[in-house]
Each structure stands twice: as C-alpha cells, then as structure tokens.
C-alpha cells in the first residue's frame, strides 16, 4: 500500500503559485493520486486526481513525475482563500480513503 | 442536488448516553464512510461500506457501531458515548466501491456533526 509524506506546512504569497509537493515511493502502477483540501473544519473538498500524466482543472495542476514516486500540486494564482490544509491521498489497495496529516498552506497577503 | 447531508450539526451528549448520527447521499454512491476529526488533527476513518449490505472497520472503530440502512443512508451509532469521543463527525460517499485498486472516482462529504460528550 502506498504511503504518502508532505511537508507539515508552508507559506505562499498571495497571488503566487503555491507548490505543494507529496512523496509517495511506494505507489503501485494503477494507483491514483488524488488531492484534497479541508478548508478550516469543513469537509474535506476533492481538487483533482491523476495518474500518469499531468492533469489541470479549474482548480488546479497536478504534477506527477515520471517515476510516480512524487507529485506537485500547483495553485497557480494563490488567494486567501485558499488558506486550508491539503492531502495528498493515493487508494491503497483494498483500504479506502485514508488521511495523513496533509500540509497546512497559509497564503499571506 | 444536495450531495451528503448530516444530522444534526450540533450535539452535546452527557457520559453514558447513546445516540446516532445520520448520513444520506443523493448522487446514488455505492460506497460510505464515517470519518472523526479531533481537534488539530487529520480525519481518521472509523467505519466504512463499499456497497449496499456491507460494512468494514476502519482506522478506530471501537466504541461505534454502524448500519447501511439502504443505498442512500449510513448511520453512525454511540452506544455510550465518553469524552473521548467528542469529536467533528464526517460522513463521505463515493461512487465506486474499494476492493479494486484502480479508481477513478471522487469521494463528496458532508458538513460534520460536532459533538461534544461533557
């Protein structure tokens, strides 16, 4: 089952791009990378998902390295409101959803 | 179209007493989830069912019981609640089932249910 590390927090400025990156080396080849967001207690929101390649929505990009092992999401045009702390979550296997500690973004004006 | 909606939003219970937290989705997903976040933490799953009949333990189960009372509704049951469970209750549905490693769907959650045992 792959295991996911992100850093514990990071700060971006806002209108920068926030770079959130997330290791997970021992992801197997069908596994998604999903991202999440839990924005000050409410319920955690989806973002976007990938694979193999590169994925962009209204709401983000998502990097993924060709070895899988790491992924990047990028919110290109940060605002305060996107202050919140975002999960990186691979499935794993037969294990449904589940939470690491995620990074805790805090966009300053 | 309203998603996953939980009940109540608020609750304070005393020690010893029981209750259920509802969870009904309207997007016809075959797989829920209880979730417990305490404060300051990550989300922590307690109990979940991949489809309609099913149910499975999660990360911290004791002290919960659950029902999948059909396709829509997931309830989360405190046969005795204790401080310890004071907690923000989220309930998640997702449209296909674990038990295949190749997903390529979202889970959508509800607003949380905060609960307080005094």
């Not at chain 1, 929101?45 to 998502?62: C, F, P, R, V």
């Not at chain 2, 404060?39 to 009949?53: F, T, V």
Request: hydrophobic share 30%; charged share 20%.
């Amino acid at each position: 089952d792959a295991k996911t590390t992100q850093p514990p927090s990071m700060d971006c400025a806002e209108g920068r791009a926030a770079n959130l990156p997330c290791n997970h080396s021992t992801i197997s080849g069908n596994e998604y990378v999903y991202w999440y967001r839990q924005i000050h207690s409410q319920g955690p929101q989806y973002i976007i998902h990938g694979l193999k390649n590169n994925e962009t929505n209204e709401m983000a990009s998502l990097i993924i390295t060709e070895d899988r092992k790491s992924s990047t999401l990028i919110l290109p045009h940060a605002t305060l409101r996107d202050t919140a702390v975002y999960y990186c979550i691979p499935p794993a296997g037969n294990t449904p959803l589940v939470f690491g500690k995620g990074t805790r973004l805090s966009v300053i004006a | 179209n309203a998603g996953v909606t939980q009940t109540p939003k608020f609750q304070v219970l005393k020690t010893g007493q029981s209750m259920t937290l509802q969870c009904a989705q309207d997007m016809n997903h075959n797989s829920m989830y209880w979730y417990r976040q305490d404060p300051g933490m990550g989300l922590r799953l307690i109990y979940y069912s991949a489809s309609e009949g099913t149910t499975d333990k999660g990360e911290v189960p004791n002290g919960y019981n659950v029902s999948r009372l059909n396709k829509r509704e997931f309830s989360l049951r405190l046969e005795s609640a204790a401080p310890s469970q004071t907690s923000v209750y989220f309930c998640a549905s997702s449209e296909i089932g674990w038990g295949g490693r190749r997903l390529d769907t979202e889970a959508f959650f509800g607003q949380g249910t905060r609960l307080t045992v005094v």
